[in-house]
């Protein structure tokens, strides 16, 4: 299918404002940004609060349903909540797509996610103003609840389509307050008998490219604006139930406690220790203690470890080590211990041939080479690559800090990312 973008546009080589195809102005990258800004924004942290089915979600869902209808795109909601604009027919085959999420970690950074959605608009923006012929479909893409900060479980919204989560699997999700996924969805007016795998979708898709802010220092290091990525690191979330007697702080003698939160604490130093053993991480980020009372010894500790490492071995030597100790450290307070793995992402390697080509588009203009990096975080792309080929762009972040109210890039830094973006979107859309 041939599609042509309307008339070239007068536009932007530097964020500004472009035009959408009914002759209206769209909202240049820095407007999306600042637009984006306070949603799900906590007035005390400054740190974003955007859990999948919430409030904020569903202002950041009306503002991508808004920059898709600004720019003329064809705009629906797949049978997973993910949000889809589309330029062309996304019936046609081997479309180009592009886009990110839009929610965010407890407290995370204004980046995460949103550098990607609204980037794939600008980029649009800019390949409209270039007059650039589209020969195949384009879709922008904002996956639903890739954090996993309410239901626990990261990338919700691809691993559905994918069908790496079944629909059995998705309805026992719970948060912390009780509520199931389906509940939560049918809260925000979406249908929870709807969801599940959908491979006649993916079948239509011939690239995924996901632009994201580095987890990382290394383009700060190399002096890059732009790298791409090599692969993801294996990892998993495992939760860990330590549990003892509650009992009275005051009255109860050393001798006499079950007390889980010393096997607990212990577990946590163990997992640091596997980590540093093996050059890989470990976190315990999340705890919940039951009765939670300060004059109570606690009857269960729940902690979540995460894990990541270059390889699968590794990994599994780390998370044994943890559990091998954390067990040790239970027989010894009298506790009883479950384990149990609640999620997993094998080790991805990105396709070769398309992370090849994003490295000729970028580079052929200047000669340069692109540096490509690994990275330990997970992405919605590293999902999705089990399916089809996928690449990611990362923009360099001056701090490396994520999953923090502290994320930063520079706007130079975005606005180039947004050019790459474009260079990439226009060179794959029109072969
Ligand atoms: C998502 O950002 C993750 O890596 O956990
Ligand atoms: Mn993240
Ligand atoms: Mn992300």
């Known amino acids: ?15 500004a404002p472009s035009v959408g195809p009914a002759g209206h102005r769209t909202p ?28 904020a979600d569903a202002e950041c869902r009306a503002w991508f349903k808004e920059q898709a209808e600004a720019r003329g795109l064809a705009y629906e909601v797949d049978r997973n909540g993910n949000q889809w604009a589309w330029l062309g027919d996304p019936t046609a085959g ?11 970690v407890p407290d995370g950074g204004a980046f995460d996610g949103p550098l990607g959605v609204v980037s794939s608009f600008a980029a649009l923006d800019e390949l409209r103003g270039r007059g650039t012929r ?49 509940r939560a969805m049918e809260a925000a007016g979406y249908d929870p008998d709807a969801i599940g795998a959908d491979p006649e979708r993916l079948a239509r898709i011939g690239a995924f490219v996901e632009l994201h802010v580095e987890q990382g220092r290394a383009l700060d290091l190399s002096g890059d604006r732009v790298g791409i990525a090599s692969a993801i690191w294996p ?71 995460d894990s990541r490492a270059a390889d699968q071995g590794t990994l599994d030597t780390v998370v044994g080590g943890i559990e091998k100790a954390a067990r040790e450290y239970a027989d010894a307070h009298g506790i009883d211990l479950d384990v149990v793995r609640e999620s997993f992402t094998p080790v991805v390697e990105f396709d070769h041939a398309l992370r090849d080509e994003l490295g000729r588009l970028l ?21 999705l690559s089990g399916s089809i080929p996928t690449a990611m762009l990362f923009v360099r972040n001056p701090t490396g800090v994520s999953h923090s109210p502290a994320e930063s890039a520079a706007e130079d830094d975005c606005l180039a990312g947004v050019h790459a973006l474009a260079d990439v979107l226009e060179g794959l859309a029109r072969t």
């Not at 299918?1 to 964020?15: F, Y």
């Not at 740190?47 to 919430?54: D, E, K, L, N």
């Not at 495992?238 to 607990?264: C, I, K, Q």
């Open 28 to 55: 240049s990258f820095q407007e999306m940004w600042r637009e984006l800004l306070p949603v799900g924004r906590h007035p005390d942290s400054g740190g974003y609060r955007r859990y999948a089915w919430t409030g």
């Open 363 to 383: 580079g052929k203009d200047t000669g340069l080479t692109v540096p490509v990096l690994g990275t330990g975080a997970g992405h919605d792309a590293g999902i």
């Open 134 to 182: 589209f020969d195949k479909p384009l879709a922008i893409v904002n996956f639903g609840d890739e954090e996993g900060a309410r239901f626990g479980l990261a990338c919700v919204g691809s691993r559905l389509t994918a069908g790496q989560l079944t629909v059995e699997q998705a309805h026992r999700l719970t948060d912390a307050d009780g509520v199931t996924l389906p």
């Open 94 to 104: 081997d479309a180009v797509v592009t886009g990110s999420h839009l929610d965010s």
């Open 1 to 15: 299918m041939t599609q042509r973008s309307a008339a070239p546009r007068p536009v932007r080589a530097d964020g």
């Open 235 to 305: 990892h998993g979330r495992w939760r860990f139930d330590f549990r003892g007697e509650a009992n009275h702080a005051g009255t109860t003698r050393l001798v006499d406690r079950r007390d889980p939160m010393l096997s607990y604490a212990e577990t946590v130093l163990a997992a640091r220790r596997e980590a540093a053993l093996a050059g890989a991480v470990a976190t315990f980020g999340k705890i919940s203690v039951e009765p939670n009372g300060v004059n109570a010894i606690p009857s269960l500790v729940r902690g979540w470890l």
